[in-house]
Each structure stands twice: as C-alpha cells, then as structure tokens.
C-alpha cells in the first residue's frame, strides 16, 4: 500500500484526499516507480477545479521524480535503481509511488537533483515546444511571454535569451518584475496597472511583436492580439485567469492577419522520440546554464496549501512536492 491523492469529485483545494493506495508490481512495458519529488503544475488546477473534465475518480498530477523500483515483462534501457523523472499522461503523479509505462520516463542525468526535475520537466517540456516548434524563435526577434515570473516563464526568459531574442514579460508586482529581469527578462511590464499593448507599442518603435504566449487567458487577450505585429502569432496556452471566452476569427483579419494558435505539451510530445528530443533540449539548456528556480516546496501532504498559493498568485518559479 501507498499513499496517492484522488479526485472523488471537483471544487476547491479541499477536495484533494490523500487515500491508501495498492500499487501492485508492474504490468508487461511498466515500471514500479518510489518517488522522491512531484511538481506542482497549473494544470493540475484545471483538473481538481474540472475546468479539464476527468473521469472521477481519479487521480491528479502529470510530473515527478525518483527511482525505479521494479520493471515489467518486456522492459529493455530501466533497471532497478535509475533515478528517472517524467512529465505527461497517464495521470496520477500526486504519489508516493506509482506504476508508469517505461516509455513516458527518462532518465536524469547526475548534474540535475530529483527537485530540480520535479520543477522542471513539465514546465520546460512545455517552454521548448512553444519556442522552438509553435513559433521557432530566432535570434533578433522580440517576443511577449505573459506571467514571466512563474513556473514556466522564468524557464521561458532565460532560454529565450538563449536564443538570442529579446524578452518582454509581464508581471503580476513589482518584485515578480525584478525576479523576472534578473532572469533575463529585457522589459517588464505591470499588468495590473499598465496597458500591455500600448508598452509593446513603445518597446517596440511601433511595430509590435511577431509572437505572444499567453497563458493568461481571459483578462489579455485582447491586449495580446493588439501586441502583434502584421501576421504576428497568438499563442493562448493557458487559463490562469479563466478560457478565453469564444471569438470571431474576423478579429483576426482586423488585426492584420493573426495566426492563432491554442497548444497543449500533450500533442508535441505524443510520439516517443518527440518526447526524448524535447527533453534532451531541455537538459541541454540547463547545462548551458538555465536554472531551475523551485522557489516554494511543500510535503506531499500538504498538497492543497500549495494549490491555493499558486492560484492567488503567491509563488514564482517551481513549486515541488518533497515526497
Ligand atoms: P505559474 O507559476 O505561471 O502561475 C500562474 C501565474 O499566472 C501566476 O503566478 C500569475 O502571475 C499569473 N496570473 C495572471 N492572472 C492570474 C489569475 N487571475 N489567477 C492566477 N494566476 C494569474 O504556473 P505554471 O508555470 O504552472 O503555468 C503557467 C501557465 O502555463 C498556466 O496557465 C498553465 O496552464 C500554462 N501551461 C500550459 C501548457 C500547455 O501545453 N498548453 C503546459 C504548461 C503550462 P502574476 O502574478 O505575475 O500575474
């Protein structure tokens, strides 16, 4: 027996029940995991609100980190003791231990901790898919990356900067905007009290810029689709402020002919390779210096406090479990 959290039904953090689990040993392609270090993902907030429907009862959390206990029948490149870490389907990483099929983990290198990769994989899965193959950002574009001083977006600054852009953040206060900045962030810009699309304008002499990742939702979109450029792109990746209510696409012709784009991690590592390959990039950024900012970690048990900081804008970078 182990201890896992389930979803009997949806709401507040409240409705997060830690409950004795059985494991059990590991089905043919499956590995028995202990884990050491599960991440905490805004997502994860989708499901336990229902805003993202599951099948209930369920279990909740897409990410973590620690070593394999046990493999199944057919199981070649794991063996007992690999430290590994995952971020995707199929649900349930809000664990002690777990069963998981062996082709959504990989194995981390020694240079990386289990927190560090519990606070990195999703998030930066995620930050690699939206730049290099949403819009493939190149060296001298300036790009608008919204909530720059969380999980994912301080992840986003310093590989942008990587990449050789240049970085317009938003931020939710004044020392969000400083943390963002000293990850390299060019300029950013108080949401709360300024007008987005008018500071893109000034930063920009005007012309606005080719891309904006938004996963805000709801309160910036509009100000995201006047921050473009002529056939500029809209990313809309997430919801932190609730969807983006339905639209006309004629908006997007008003404004210059806009792509639109509403992306989920799922669909760009679906396949295997494209799973390894993102995050391969990823443990290479890290290498050439990305840091992996867990700014905030509970116990495994405490798991609804950390639901509502992170949905009253109370954290910046990671947050991780400690398992
Ligand atoms: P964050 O650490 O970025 O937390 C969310 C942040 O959003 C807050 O800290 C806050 O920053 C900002 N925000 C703005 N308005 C609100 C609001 N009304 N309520 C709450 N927060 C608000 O979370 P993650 O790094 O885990 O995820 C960032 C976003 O990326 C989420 O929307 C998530 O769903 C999305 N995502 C999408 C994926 C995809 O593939 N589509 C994959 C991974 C993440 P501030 O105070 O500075 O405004």
Redesign the pocket.
């Known amino acids: 027996m182990t201890k896992a959290y389930r979803l009997h039904r949806t709401g507040g953090p409240e409705v997060l029940s830690f409950d004795e689990v059985e494991v059990g040993a590991p089905g043919p392609g499956e590995v028995r995991l202990k884990q050491t270090a599960v991440g905490l ?3 994860d907030v ?1 499901h336990r609100t229902g805003l993202y429907p599951l099948e209930l009862p369920s279990g909740i959390g897409l990410e973590a980190a620690g070593v394999v206990e046990a493999v199944g029948e057919g199981v070649t490149g794991f063996t007992p003791g690999d430290r590994v870490a995952y971020a995707g389907p199929p649900i349930g990483a809000y664990a002690e231990a777990r069963l998981i099929p062996a082709k959504a983990i990989v194995k981390l290198p020694d240079s990386i901790d289990d927190i560090q990769a519990a606070g990195m994989m ?2 930066g899965m ?1 930050v690699e898919y939206l730049i290099h193959r949403t819009y493939p950002v190149k060296a001298g574009d300036t790009v608008l990356f919204h ?1 720059a ?5 301080l992840i986003a600054c310093q590989w942008l900067k990587q990449l050789g852009a240049t970085v317009i953040g938003t ?3 004044e020392e ?1 905007a400083a943390l963002a900045k000293a990850h390299g962030a060019d300029h950013v810009i108080l949401y709360k009290q300024e007008d987005i699309a008018k500071r893109v304008r000034e930063i920009t002499d005007g012309a606005g810029v080719p891309v904006v990742y938004d ?2 939702g709801k ?1 910036t979109f509009e100000a995201s689709l006047d921050s473009l450029s002529v056939r500029g792109m809209m990313v809309s ?5 609730g969807p983006v209510p339905p639209f006309d696409p004629g908006i997007l012709s008003a404004k210059g002919s806009l792509y639109f784009t509403r ?3 799922m669909a760009y590592i679906a396949k295997h390779d494209e799973m390894l390959t993102a995050a391969d990039r990823l443990f290479t950024a890290v290498d050439k210096g990305l840091s992996i900012n867990v700014n905030q970690t509970y116990p495994l048990s405490e798991a609804a406090e950390a639901h509502r900081a ?2 009253a ?1 109370e ?1 910046t970078g990671s947050t991780v479990f400690t398992v």
């Open positions: 993902n805004y997502i989708y999703l998030q995620t909530a001083a969380g999980g994912v977006g931020a939710g206060s969000k996963s805000v309160d990746f997430g919801n932190a402020s992306p989920s991690l992170l949905e804008r954290t």
